[in-house]
């Protein structure tokens, strides 16, 4: 079955974040079945003895190693050259930076043999999945507009993976950049609790960067948030109708419609994407660990 992205920004695909590249590894090595490893933050060569540390390596292994130029028949977006078998099931292919629409083609190719045996598809540095976005896109319709990030590229990588049958295990993204930690939060799952509160604190690092004026509505007022969201019957209300289940509110309804639109992008809460007045929320889409876990990085932030 085909994954797609929803109005969050997430997909249907299942995808693990992992805070340190042994846990990585270890994912990669239970899995089994088919590994194709797309590997930025280190050499191929390390990322080999990393799996090997971890145990018994997977029955057939593809390698992707990303470079900021690759020489020969390199394209930007897809591996360059042909794919050079090295023995023991083991292939390796090269690509350069940015890896574009043409690199989910390779992946899927790449997964083509995983069959029933499963296995695992492992990002490294999810950075090189998440480009800078145009700017042209509306923030209210896009939860990755105006967020220095276009997760098309994360998001058919995902689905490729979903389609093939095989794990998705993703490396989390480099100390300060916000923008593909978001991305990921907004998408998959963290490993375990400290991956999962540093995802979280960097999306809001993130959101307080590029959104001032609904994180602000957000960091004061999520618990009235969450208090409004938990008690309305609508599956798909506006602000004015959350608004209405509150007793004694400190909000307005325009006020918690900008926390509700800041945990829609923080891929808390969905958006109905038909209506053509104020946003109807989907509660099918509500995810109260997710809000919890924001409210926690929340209480967490310094001034």
Do not use: C
């Not at 409004?228 to 400190?250: F, N, W």
């Amino acid at each position: 079955m085909a994954s797609t992205a929803d109005e969050r920004g997430r997909t249907d695909a299942t995808g693990v974040v992992h805070g340190e590249a042994s846990s990585l590894a270890a994912a990669a090595v239970a899995e089994g079945g088919t590994h194709v490893a797309v590997v930025a933050r280190e050499t191929v060569d390390d990322w080999y003895r990393r799996l090997g540390a971890a145990g018994t390596l997977p029955a057939r292994t593809h390698f992707v190693g990303v470079d900021d130029t690759v020489r020969g028949a390199a394209t930007a977006g897809g591996p360059g050259g042909s794919t050079r078998g090295v023995g023991s099931g083991v292939s390796v292919s090269v690509a350069e930076r940015p890896l574009g629409p043409e690199f989910p083609e390779f992946v899927d190719a790449a997964l083509a043999d995983a069959g029933t045996a499963g296995g695992s598809l492992v990002v490294d540095d999810p950075a090189v999945l998440v480009e800078a976005a145009d700017g042209d896109s509306d923030a209210d319709d896009d939860p990755d507009a105006d967020a220095a990030v276009d997760g098309a590229v994360l998001d058919a990588v995902a689905a490729s993976a979903a389609d093939a049958g095989v794990a998705l295990h993703l490396g989390a993204p480099a100390d300060g950049d916000d923008a593909t930690a978001a991305a990921l939060w907004r998408r998959f799952r963290p490993a375990d609790d400290a991956t999962g509160r540093a995802l979280a604190a960097a999306a809001l690092d993130h959101l307080r960067a590029v959104d001032p004026t609904n994180f602000g509505y957000l960091r004061r007022y999520w618990r009235e948030a969450r208090r409004g969201l938990e008690a309305v019957e609508m599956t798909y209300p506006q602000a004015k109708q959350v608004h209405a289940t509150l007793s004694e509110p400190e909000t307005t309804t325009r006020t918690l419609g900008a926390a509700l639109q800041a945990l829609v992008r923080l891929g808390a809460l969905g958006v109905w994407g038909e209506t053509v007045a104020a946003n109807r929320y989907d509660m099918t889409g509500y995810d109260p660990e997710r809000v919890a876990a924001i409210g926690d990085a929340l209480s967490e932030l310094d001034d």
